[in-house]
């Protein structure tokens, strides 16, 4: 009997092993990582919340994009987003703590929202700062998208967490975007991007070219003409990137699924893409910019950030 008991002791500590697994991946809503990668990636993903009418909606879950540009075009409205309350992060760490070692939480920048804040205030008051990493992506959309697909291929390839971190500073450091919106005006009622907006006051039927840098959106350009925008972003990236060997590629965007395809196809045409996706962006995102928007979000690899979107 006594032979017995410890075997279902053993077998009972083995399943609490295998049950227990090294690291966790955390994002959140605007970082635009398509259901089918988060669901078999196992990434987890905390909602934005949208606001409007003085109701609260989580991004994703309560509206979708095809509601907010409806409202946004036949009643002019001005929606407004905030990031996770550290409590919703509390319920994600919380459960994913019981059986992970470590988590790294990806997050849009911290220039761009208070994601990151309430992830930080959330592990504080866990008190487990050492088991949580809040990773600043100074990106965002599918910016914030890869990396944490590409920490999440790192989890399932079994990387040491260390290695892991290497591989999201490289595509920190390298991650571009290059986009284009078809009107300013939604972002000007928001209030999102003010430098940008005051340049809209005089100027609203620009087309802007827009990027990010150091973590804040800036406009990189302009044209007059929708057809030059798309034009323009598509070369940039063309030129900037023709002599790499391998680069991840994402075109985003609101409602312009037909134009980002055409872009898609052309980079696709002109440069080594070993992943590649055409994502239409979360309702807060297109909550700010409204419909019309395209982005191309696009990184070199190495060797090492390469083998885990190729082998």
Request: proline share 3%; net charge positive; hydrophobic share 40%.
């Amino acid at each position: 009997m006594a032979d017995n008991l410890n075997n279902s002791e053993e077998e009972a500590n083995k399943k609490t092993a295998d049950s227990f697994k090294k690291n966790a991946v955390v994002t959140d809503s605007a970082s635009d990582v398509p259901k089918e990668y988060a669901d078999e990636l196992d990434i987890h993903v905390v909602p934005l919340y949208i606001h409007y009418n003085g109701i609260e909606f989580k991004d994703g879950i309560d509206i979708h994009s095809e509601k907010i540009y409806s409202l946004q075009k036949e009643k002019k409205v001005i929606f407004m987003s905030s990031s996770p309350s550290p409590k919703d992060f509390i319920d994600i760490y919380s459960k994913l703590l019981k059986n992970h070692e470590k988590i790294i939480s990806i997050h849009i920048s911290s220039k761009l929202s208070a994601v990151i804040k309430s992830a930080k205030i959330a592990a504080d008051l866990l008190k487990a700062k050492e088991r949580i990493t809040i990773f600043d992506s100074l990106s965002g959309t599918m910016g914030t998208g890869f990396m944490a697909i590409a920490a999440a291929k790192a989890v399932k390839k079994d990387y040491e967490f260390s290695r892991m971190l290497k591989v999201l500073e490289f595509l920190r450091e390298h991650m571009g975007l290059y986009g284009t919106i078809d009107t300013l005006k939604y972002l000007r009622r928001s209030g999102r991007v003010p430098a940008i907006a005051r340049i809209a006051t005089a100027l609203l039927r620009i087309k802007p070219l827009l990027g990010i840098k150091n973590g804040l959106v800036e406009m990189i350009g302009i044209t007059v003409t929708r057809w030059g925008s798309l034009q323009a972003i598509t070369s940039k990236v063309i030129r900037k990137f023709k002599s790499e060997k391998w680069v991840i590629v994402s075109v985003i965007h609101s409602l312009s699924k037909v134009e980002a395809k055409k872009v898609m196809k052309k980079i696709q045409i002109s440069l080594n893409c070993v992943e590649s996706m055409v994502v239409e962006c979360t309702p807060v995102v297109g909550a700010h910019t409204g419909p019309g928007l395209i982005g191309i979000i696009i990184s070199k690899l190495d060797r090492e950030t390469a083998e885990l979107f190729i082998w």
